[in-house]
């Protein structure tokens, strides 16, 4: 079982859905939580960090569940820019212990 | 400002083959990453430094060394390359020390292929 699960989707919305994704973490002493975005065929790039108490950023928010060690994204109102790969990332304590999910694919089309 | 570069961005070699891959950052990071992303598995850290003449092993090192002899730069080196060394190379940097959030920065990627 990977450390890091994420569904690989693709997800295929509308402009204008509301999307989400999950992703599902094994090691509970992880301790801190990431959605990177990477366009196709280019480098990954932080989204936002994701915090216990829940964080927005415009459209999209980002939630943390420690207890049932689940992450997920919300990205309200798509845009066809939205279109990428959602990297999910967990930090695991005693540095430098970065996994990175295999990412969920999303197609927004007009 | 360039950020992270790497070199080159395409390489085809043939089993057997040596070659090393450059990285580059002008942000003044301490730390550095090599990773590779193959499909479905996500990245994986092949090695990393936390600063100018120190390397360690990730997740993944066999087939690959590293050296990071000025703070800029980090290179990845293949001494025998294989089919399985087939992937994409991603370098990557940040700024270090114990903050949990810190972001690290990518480059535009390496795409080697083993024949």
């Known amino acids: 079982r990977k450390e890091v699960e994420q569904d690989p989707g693709p997800f295929n919305v509308p402009e204008g859905a509301t999307v989400a994704f999950n992703c599902t973490y094994s090691n509970s002493a992880s301790q801190s939580f990431f959605w990177y975005r990477q366009d196709c065929r280019k480098e990954p790039k932080l989204l936002m960090s994701v915090y216990s108490s829940g964080n927005e950023d415009g459209r999209f928010t980002a939630q943390l569940n420690r207890a049932s060690q689940y992450i997920s994204l919300l990205i309200r109102d798509s845009k066809l820019s939205d279109s990428a790969t959602y990297l999910c990332v967990v930090l695991r304590t005693g540095g430098f212990k970065t996994i990175f999910g295999a990412g969920t694919r999303l197609f927004v089309k007009a | 400002n360039a950020g992270v570069t790497q070199t080159p961005k395409f390489r085809v070699l043939k089993t057997g083959q040596s070659m090393t891959l450059l990285c580059a950052q002008d942000?003044?990071?301490?730390?550095m990453y090599w990773y590779r992303q193959d499909p479905g598995m996500g990245l994986r850290l092949i090695h990393y430094s936390v600063g100018e003449g120190t390397t360690a092993k990730g997740e993944v090192p066999d087939g690959y060394n590293v050296s990071r002899l000025k703070k800029q730069n980090f290179l990845l080196g293949l001494e025998s390359a294989a089919p399985s060394q087939t992937s994409v190379y991603f370098c990557a940097s940040s700024y270090g020390g114990e903050d949990p959030t810190d972001t690290q920065y990518f480059g535009p990627g390496t795409r080697l292929t083993v024949l």
């Open positions: 942000m003044n990071h301490e730390y």
